[in-house]
């Protein structure tokens, strides 16, 4: 089975992962990788520790000459940041007064620090954020990636964009091909479309931090040429289209997920939201619209996978909202960390990354995932089999 886990705080010394399940025999490009941690580095808007960061893939395991072999695949990715917090985020000398300087609080609206610390005992709310913190999505970015070059084996394009920042909306980014998407991409830094606009956010992103605000925005992610019939819809936890939605939801500050056109759809007739069917002789059943993002009875249907996810605003403020001290029950302002006033382009890689996770996952449900050249053929054959259905 594909599975993964990361572990390692923000300014601890690193993160690691391990993944499992993925196909022996794929040639992985490591620079892919690296590619991908960098994007997830970019953006306009982000805080000053990815001046400090340089994010590189360590591969440490399942893993010979540059080919998988099948076994658990084990990644570090260092945190650079950590030589300023060798003290204060040692793991193992024992607590001192000095070492334990920089504590927390006065927990911040929006962040996982109260709920945290009041959960796990944990009166230093830094032993919450360090965890909680979106830095640990450099590792599934990292994971995603790998996932991705799975998929692109089988011909299974992926991308991930960002559609809206604060309400400002990128004109023209509604295309379901992925190769217009990716051109579109290689534009600006921003992973949107219109350079107008581009400005016109930019702005807005500048007046957020003037004012001490963040903001946050809609990703859209596109995936082409995945089979039919991923998933079930014999089972609720069976349905692929289920399984996306937690994964996006479990990307720190997501708070909305969509498929296809799902909130739209929910304004209009049934005439005008089902994805009328068609055939073509040698290329089988297709459909006129993909207004259901790839999806019917919780299975993919052969169509674009559309998936939406909406991020809030970051939650830690420059000009902070009201809080109340955990020890001398004060109410006073929230704590200050050093921020992100968006992270929507980021977070445009990391939705991307775990739906890559997802499918791969259930193309190795789906078929012998545990030679990557047999699951070729056993995907192509699937293929054929369905254009003659
Ligand atoms: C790529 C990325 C970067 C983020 N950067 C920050 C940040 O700099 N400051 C912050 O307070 N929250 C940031 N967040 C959001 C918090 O991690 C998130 O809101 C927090 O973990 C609480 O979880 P929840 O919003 O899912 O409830 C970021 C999220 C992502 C995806
Ligand atoms: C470190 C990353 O994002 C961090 C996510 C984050 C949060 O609270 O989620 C808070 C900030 O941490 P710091 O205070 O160290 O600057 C971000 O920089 C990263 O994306 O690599």
Excluded at 32 to 57: F, P, S
Excluded at 96 to 121: F, I
Excluded at 142 to 148: D, H, L, R, S, T
């Amino acid at each position: 089975m594909l599975t993964y886990l990361t572990a390692g705080e923000s300014h601890g010394p690193e993160l690691s992962g391990i993944l499992t399940g993925i196909p022996a025999g794929l040639t992985l490009d490591i620079d892919e990788i690296n590619a991908a941690l960098a994007a997830r580095q970019g953006g306009y808007g982000r805080g000053n520790r990815q001046k400090i960061e340089h994010d590189q893939v360590i591969i440490t395991g399942g893993v010979r000459h540059g080919k998988t072999l099948g076994s658990p695949i084990a990644l570090t990715i260092k945190n650079r940041d950590h030589k300023q917090w060798s003290e204060i985020m040692n793991p193992t000398s024992p607590e001192t007064p000095e070492n334990t300087l920089r504590k927390v609080s006065r927990p911040r609206p929006g962040h996982a620090d109260l709920v945290g610390g009041m959960k796990y005992g944990h009166r230093d709310m830094r032993n919450v954020l360090e965890r909680s913190s979106a830095r640990e999505t450099a590792m599934r970015v990292a994971v995603g990636n790998i996932c991705k070059q799975v998929l692109a084996a089988l011909g299974i394009k992926i991308v991930g964009y960002v559609e809206s920042i604060g309400g400002i909306h990128a004109e023209g980014s509604q295309p379901t091909d992925v190769a217009l998407i990716e051109a579109a991409i290689a534009k600006n830094d921003l992973r949107l479309t219109e350079d107008n606009q581009v400005v016109a956010i930019h702005d807005l992103i500048d007046e957020a931090k003037r004012n001490g605000d963040t903001l946050g925005g809609v990703i859209r992610v596109v995936a082409e040429k995945v089979p039919a019939g991923l998933g079930s819809y014999v089972s609720w936890d069976t349905k692929l289209d289920a399984k996306l939605a937690a994964a996006v939801m479990g990307v720190n500050a997501m708070k909305g997920v969509e498929i296809g056109d799902g909130f739209e759809n929910a304004e209009h007739p049934g005439s005008q939201v089902m994805d009328e069917i068609d055939w073509a002789d040698g290329q089988g059943f297709s459909r006129n619209s993909d207004h259901l993002g790839g999806f019917e009875g919780g299975m993919t249907n052969g169509m674009p996978v559309i998936v939406k996810a909406a991020m809030k605003p970051i939650p830690t403020l420059y000009k902070p909202l009201q809080s109340a001290d955990i020890n001398s029950k004060e109410v006073k302002k929230a704590t200050v960390e050093r921020s992100d006033t968006t992270a929507i382009v980021p977070a445009s890689i990391v939705i991307e990354s775990v739906v890559a996770i997802e499918l791969a996952k259930a193309i190795t449900d789906t078929f012998d995932g545990s030679n990557i050249d047999r699951l070729k053929r056993q995907v192509e054959d699937y293929r054929e089999e369905l254009k003659n259905f």
